[in-house]
């Protein structure tokens, strides 16, 4: 069973579209997150949810909107593509507690490429 | 957000030892130290974590300094599959948001 999965693994679409990637997690976790790999590889944190609340939104477009159904699923809906949006994004999740800061397990990736 | 500092490359032989350094000089007394690292193509995978006192798994050891301004993840016996980057992350214990932010990491080889 896999623990954090996001579909697709890849997607390829033209600019000016909208697109969404799903992520689901069955760790039981309370919170989740979407980051953002670039060209360079750099990694960063764009949204968290906890138990269904935003807790984390890190300047990111109001292009992105995270939506959390439930507490095991987070999904990432992008309006209006633009090319700079081509990069892998990460699903993960945590159980994330005040001064016992646990390991966060990563979902294998969707490499969004805007043509 | 406290930084942490690591070689961008390192090499290695296979089945030796590797010691892989960070430095965290400005590390808060509630910051947790955290290593991941990214297999090629695949999403970043927690590999241990510590607070004061140096920690085991089965994958790896973390040695943290006496004044915690730096710590050095060791990899017992380097394989093939180690090949990947490592990144250390200070993870401040007294929020709940399990934020984690990566830095540039080390690039590890590992060579046959």
């Known amino acids: 069973d896999t623990a954090v999965s996001q579909t697709p693994k890849y997607l390829v679409t033209q600019m000016g579209n909208d697109k969404s990637i799903k992520c689901e997690q069955n760790l039981g976790h309370d919170t989740m997150y979407w980051y953002k790999q670039d060209s360079k590889k750099f990694l960063k944190i764009m949204f968290s949810y906890n138990n269904k609340e935003l807790i984390i939104n890190e300047t990111v477009p109001n292009r992105f909107s995270p939506k959390s159904p439930d507490k095991a699923h987070l999904n990432l809906h992008i309006n209006s593509l633009e090319l700079g949006d081509s990069a892998v994004y990460f699903c993960a999740s945590s159980q994330a507690k005040t001064g016992r800061n646990t390991e966060a397990f990563f979902g294998q990736g969707t490499r969004l490429t805007v043509v | 957000d406290a930084k942490t500092t690591q070689p961008n490359s390192m090499e290695s032989n296979e089945e030796e030892p590797v010691h892989l350094p960070c430095n965290h000089s400005?590390?808060?007394?509630?910051?947790?130290i955290h290593w991941y690292r990214q297999l090629p193509s695949q999403g970043p995978e927690y590999v241990i974590h510590?607070?004061?006192s140096n920690v085991n798994n089965r994958m790896a050891s973390l040695a943290i300094a006496e004044d915690r301004k730096s710590s050095t993840l060791i990899l017992h016996r380097a394989t093939l599959r180690d090949a990947a980057v490592y990144y250390c992350?200070?993870?401040?214990?007294?929020?709940?948001?399990?934020?984690?932010?990566f830095g540039q990491g080390t690039t590890l080889q590992v060579k046959p």
């Open positions: 400005t590390i808060s007394g509630t910051d947790y």
């Open positions: 510590g607070l004061t």
């Open positions: 992350i200070l993870l401040d214990g007294s929020s709940n948001t399990g934020k984690l932010i």
